[in-house]
């Protein structure tokens, strides 16, 4: 059981590390979409779909593989949820990378809210999977993370009150804050079972 959650655990580094440099790297180094005003799931379509698409595979694996890893622990019942909503979110990602549409044609009125639905569910599985997962690292890592998380919300509820016209931003904070957490808690998985041969998870100390 050992080998399989290191094993795992190094997936899940690996795809959400890789998800997550090809978002920076397409907002960094690309002038066709604005990082600003449009989400970073506007690359699924046009001459970076093949990029991207990956990108949501890959990272919706490396969630799963990191959902799995953190199940074989079976510390209680929490440990249950935590999996289960980051196994939801590595889904969406997963789904993402089948069913994206082009904004810009507008398929439908549908294919937009199918979208929006989908990005919800993620932004609400996955950085609460994460606070469910650093609850077991110790207090100063799960404040961290919730201050993070905190500040990206707000960021995104202030673009939609003041119509700042920068949901773009907004999303790519609370990404950020995700996927560092993920791969965080996927290295920090990796080092116990190979330092202790356990692979049991018990409370880590600040």
Do not use: C
Request: hydrophobic share 55%; glycine share 8%; no cysteine.
């Amino acid at each position: 059981m050992t080998d399989r959650t290191r094993i795992l655990a190094l997936v899940a580094a690996l795809g959400v590390a890789y998800f997550g440099s090809t978002i920076l790297l397409l907002s960094l180094l690309t002038a066709d979409y604005n990082p600003i005003t449009q989400a970073a799931s506007d690359y699924g379509v046009g001459r970076f779909a093949l990029e991207m698409n990956l990108g949501f595979l890959i990272g919706g694996i490396g969630l799963v593989s990191l959902a799995l890893a953190l199940f074989l622990q079976r510390t209680g019942p929490t440990s249950r949820v935590r999996s289960i909503l980051l196994v939801i979110a590595g889904l969406v990602l997963v789904m993402d990378a089948y069913f994206n549409y082009e904004p810009r044609r507008g398929s439908s009125h549908l294919a937009r809210n199918n979208s929006r639905f989908w990005r919800l569910i993620f932004f609400i599985t996955a950085p609460i999977g994460m606070l469910l997962v650093f609850r077991r690292f110790g207090r100063s890592k799960f404040l961290t993370t919730l201050v993070a998380l905190i500040i990206g919300f707000l960021f995104l509820v202030a673009n939609a009150v003041l119509s700042l016209n920068a949901g773009g931003l907004a999303e790519r904070i609370l990404l950020l804050v995700v996927f560092s957490s993920a791969i965080a808690a996927s290295l920090t998985l990796f080092r116990i079972s190979t330092d202790t041969g356990s692979s049991t998870l018990g409370p880590v100390s600040p």
